[in-house]
């Protein structure tokens, strides 16, 4: 016969079972079991049904006290906080001056700050009064020396102790942190690279579940680790503002990643995504997405409403077109695009009229659509490392253009608009085809760097003297067997030619 949790909970909620029954049954596997998840699961169902026993109190407050396991500790406070509130202080006292796990300590913390009677409140002031730690001491002196603590509930002292303790724990596994408080609760915390602290003893690999109680954290800094996965929980972070979890090997984001409402920037380069959650429309207030070096295949069609998105980073992952998804993003003025598998770019892109820096260097485009001219407010354009032979024509009407780098194509010609980039400062043509430059180059009035590395050029054009503003020429990998006269000259005047 089947005597799980489980089943026993769905034999009393389908009238197939007595609750004194349930409860009998309940207990056995709470004092009986050996498997810790089943003991907890029958812990949990106590809670859930109703029982207010004396029995269930006694039982309860025994697990709390005396229990070896943490998880069996944890779950017994959370059922007497529920349960048996008004009857609990004393079981709790005594758990709260022992306890030394951090999970259950912050269940047992937060019960005290439920309790409203004064008893409660002088054990939460006396421990908070014991507090060593310098930053929170100072943010205690401060609170007692202007009279304000008065001020502060026990649920507001029970916050506070609990994000000293959590604070305390992770200095105990990782050592020296960096984190800011305002007012006694965590604002920033940066767990990034915990593995080159205390000789990397502890390696962070697990999402700490009980990072979640840092109810007023707006930054979390978690690059750098060995997180495989991120746990549902972290969508109990609502003003969470700014989430890096870069540089760690996340198969996959949980749906609540979408209840991070207040988010602005997360960052996720260098994990192992293959695709994201539909949930992720909902953060409306997300700038900067930064998804390079995943294995993102396609993006979810949600993407659209990500409103206020303003710089969005796919460079290095698998999209073989160019993602509908991005259609709406009319806030977008950064957009990464390299490194992908790219054939063809849609009319679509012509929507995204705020784009100010667009790459999309390392795909398989042969060729560059008349429309691009619509980008007006294109700055930056990278478009090397692909298969172009040709630039658009109208290519000049791109007139807020200052950098353009087309290396490692196979152009051997440029449109007789590009004289119209007079805001152009960088050019990069290395590794193309060129026999020679045109004459108007010399109209380029803005440009400080010119690449001209590994073409097929003879010779260069007197009007490069015109370029007053020019820095730097590279020259190298070319068929010009004598410099001019006139680049010497511009040599002395501090030109730097690479030759």
């Known amino acids: 016969m089947d005597f799980s949790p489980k089943k026993i909970y769905d034999d009393f909620i389908n009238n197939k079972a007595e609750k004194t029954t349930v409860i009998d049954h309940l207990i056995s596997i709470i004092e009986d079991s050996e498997i810790i998840r089943v003991r907890f699961e029958a812990i949990k169902i106590l809670g859930q049904i109703g029982a207010f026993e004396d029995r269930i109190y006694n039982l309860l407050e025994n697990l709390l006290i005396s229990d070896s396991h943490e998880i069996i500790r944890n779950a017994a406070a959370s059922v007497l906080r529920t349960n048996f509130l008004s009857r609990t202080y004393e079981p709790i006292k005594w758990a709260f001056n022992n306890e030394v796990s951090i999970t259950p300590l912050i269940t047992i913390t937060y019960t005290l700050g439920q309790l409203l009677h004064v008893d409660a409140r002088s054990l939460l002031l006396e421990r908070l009064n014991k507090i060593d730690n310098i930053s929170f001491r100072k943010e205690m002196d401060k609170l007692i020396r202007n009279n304000l603590i008065i001020n502060y509930s026990n649920i507001e002292l029970s916050e506070f102790l609990i994000n000293f303790f959590i604070i305390k724990e992770l200095e105990r596994k990782y050592g020296n942190i960096d984190y800011q408080i305002n007012d006694l609760l965590v604002s920033e915390l940066d767990l990034s690279d915990t593995s080159s602290h205390v000789f990397g003893w502890n390696i962070l690999n697990k999402f700490p579940e009980y990072l ?166 294109l700055e930056l354009l990278q478009l090397y490392d692909n298969n172009l032979t040709e630039l658009p024509k109208n290519i000049g009407n791109l007139q807020n253009i200052e950098s353009i780098t087309l290396w490692n194509n196979s152009l051997a010609s440029l449109p007789n608009s590009f004289q119209k980039l007079v805001k152009l400062k960088s050019l990069n043509l290395a590794w193309n085809k060129f026999k020679e430059i045109p004459k108007w180059i010399g109209s380029l009035k803005s440009l400080e760097i010119l690449n001209l590395w590994g073409n097929k050029l003879v010779e260069i054009p007197e009007s490069l003297a015109q370029l007053e503003n020019l820095k730097i020429l590279d020259l190298n990998f070319n068929s010009i067997v004598e410099i001019p006269d006139f680049l010497k000259s511009l040599e002395r005047k501090g030109l730097v030619v690479y030759k």
């Open 212 to 377: 979640v109680h840092l109810k007023h954290l707006k930054k979390l800094d978690l690059k750098f680790n060995r997180l495989t996965r991120i746990s549902d929980s972290i969508g109990s972070l609502k003003k969470l503002k700014y989430l890096d979890l870069s540089y760690n090997k996340i198969n996959n984001l949980p749906n609540s990643i979408g209840s991070l409402k207040s988010l602005e920037y997360l960052n996720l380069k260098y994990n192992k995504l293959k695709n994201l959650p539909h949930s992720i429309n909902n953060l409306k207030n997300l700038k900067t997405l930064d998804l390079r070096s995943n294995r993102l295949i396609s993006l979810p069609k949600s993407m659209k409403y990500l409103s206020k998105l303003e710089s969005l980073d796919l460079h290095g992952n698998m999209l073989e077109t160019f993602p509908k998804s991005l259609k709406g993003l009319r806030s977008l003025n950064v957009l990464e695009l390299g490194l992908n598998k790219i054939i063809q770019l849609p009319k679509s892109i012509k929507s995204l009229k705020s784009l100010k820096k667009l790459s999309l260097a390392g795909n398989k485009l042969n060729y560059v659509p008349n429309w691009f001219k619509s980008l007006k407010n």
